[in-house]
């Protein structure tokens, strides 16, 4: 991906380039596609009467089928560009929807394997273990465009255009970073060596977009829906530009972890080949017009409240680290870093040796290594070694309305009510509606709105995102609205009639906890994701850079392809286009 942002204003003469170095296709995804399964509708459907609605504010957040969330952009004028070589500054004018919070995470896209319908993503050298519950809340990584496209898709959505992705990145006014102005930092995102790989896609909640979407800086690049034409700013429609319709190149959009400052402006492009995967291209989803899917037939309980995630603040505090820059004295290289007393720290690149002195109450640590090379240094807060880990308060699984729970399995199975109300009201969960004659499911014991349902403030409770009130159903038995309002369920799951929600195949590929929450075993029920003190606490990774000392290796004078390969270890490669020994780049 470094080469990605190397190559970035370059122009179109080094596309082509990036064409000869991406990586290795990753397999076909499977033959299933994302269709729908098709509900058996009754004869005699009921009329809906309209009800009057608010609609979703900037930044509305909704529960969504594949286990995330997504965040609602209202249709409005934004500022698109940054003035480049590929990106002039003008007016977009788009039309409303919604995007995904976070990136899609390896825990979110392995429901996805796991119904049939998407490809595991390409083992990526330095990436996450996509299979370890560890990085369950990183990015996914590894997939190429088709992959990303065929995901969004099974979730009821595409990928962004362009357009809808910085929209959603900087806001109407145009900022150049998600938060805002103020210059990249390690607390806004991970980048330039923070974080040394990826992270949970909600540990920067405040660097969060106007319109409330995390990590849309740093960590991972992203597909978008685009095919890549430098000229396309000059020709494209003012109103929800499509993107080209042809091309060779796809495009990326935000930064990745080893990003440096100068690449994380929101306005960037990076044309990318289809079949590109790196350790550091995830993607997200767009849902302009989100379906009113049935409830899943179980659902994992949560802690009572309004839970939110721990933040970074809540953690030790990170070294801050200061560079006294690269030297080549005595021509050999080397960088020295200052850190705090009572900073420890481990060097994470081969080929490299570092000494330490202790000068003016700091610690002073000189790193040696190969020319023209970057290393890495992992540096912690010595005093996180003794930190107590943090506790989860107990408290009783709760389950959303409709849902009981089940002590056997400690999940939530799906159970719907009548929709008329007792002599004592409505059951706990529920309300009457506007006519005052059914009830209907309201706010979770989380604040939260059943899944694909926002809070209206002049309904005053739960509305499906497509704006039909009457279809409020979570919960509700009642066969003959639900067979009006159902267009089917996800592809891999089927419609149980009976209880008229969406069955799994087997046990273990429902969506359970959202981004920054994990099942915990000790309550039965979702709680934040606890950070133990650890490699991952209180430390982080600082970038250790060597100048080139000694002069460059000549493997122009080597004329034979033999020659050339026998000189590896001096840095030769061999040009088959050009005929020509070369140094490699």
Sequence with gaps: ?????????????????????APTATPE???????????????????????????????????????????YVPAGQFTMGGNGADNPSHSVSLSAYWISRTKITNHMYALCVGVGVCAPPAPIPGGAVYTNPTYADHPVVGVNWEQANTYCNWAGGRL??????????????GNTYPWGNEQPSCDLLNYAGC?????????????????????????????????????YYATSPIQDPPGAESGVYRVIRGSGFESDATQIASSIRRPADPNYTSRDLGFRCVVQQPINFPP?????????????????????????????????????????????????????????????????????VTCTGPDATSGTLEVCNSSCDDQQPATVPLGNAVCDPGYSYDPATRQCAYTPITPQS???????????????????????????????????????????A??????????????????????????????????????????????????????DPSTGACAPRVEQASASTGCTFVSVDMLQCAPLYNCGQHTTEVQCINNQANGCVWNEKDSVCELEK
């Excluded at 962004?160 to 006014?173: D, M, Q």
């Excluded at 802690?303 to 939110?308: D, H, I, R, S, V």
């Excluded at 720290?345 to 000068?359: F, K, L, P, S």
């Design 195 to 231: 974080g040394g790989a990826t992270t949970s896609v909600v540990t920067y909640p405040e660097s969060a977009s106007p319109y409330l979407a995390l990590d849309m800086a740093g960590n991972a690049f992203e597909w978008v829906a685009d095919w890549y034409d430098a000229s």
């Design 296 to 364: 899943y037939c179980q659902a994992s309980p949560y802690l009572p409240g309004e839970l939110t995630a721990p933040t970074p603040s809540s953690l030790c505090a990170v070294p801050v680290a200061q560079r006294l820059g690269p030297s080549c004295k005595g021509k050999v290289p080397s960088n020295t870093i200052i850190l705090p007393l009572g900073t420890t720290y481990r060097i994470r690149t081969e080929g490299y040796q570092c000494t330490d002195v202790i000068v003016g109450g700091m610690l002073q």
């Design 466 to 519: 497509n704006g039909q009130a009457n279809c409020n159903l979570y919960g509700i038995n009642d066969p003959s609205l639900a067979s009006a309002c159902y267009v089917g369920c996800p592809a891999g799951f089927s419609f149980n009639e009976a209880s008229q929600c969406c069955q799994a195949s087997a046990i273990g590929l429902y969506p359970d906890c959202q981004p920054g929450f994990a099942y």
């Design 160 to 173: 962004p255009t362009e357009a809808e992705w910085e929209k959603a990145a900087r806001g109407p006014g």
């Design 29 to 71: 995804p499977p033959t299933a596609t994302a269709t729908l399964i098709p509900i058996v509708t009754e004869t005699a459907v009921p009329t809906l009467v309209p009800i009057s609605l608010s609609g979703p504010n900037a930044g509305t957040v909704m529960s969504w089928v594949d286990g995330g969330s997504l965040v």
């Design 422 to 464: 007792g002599p004592e009201g409505c059951p706990p969960g529920y309300a009457l509606d506007p006519a005052g004659q059914v009830c209907r499911p309201t706010l979770g014991l989380d604040n939260q709105c059943p899944t694909g349902q926002y809070f209206d403030a002049s309904f005053g409770g739960c509305v499906p």
């Design 1 to 21: 991906m470094k080469k990605l942002q190397a190559w970035f204003g370059l122009g179109l003469a080094l596309v082509i380039f990036l064409t000869a170095c």
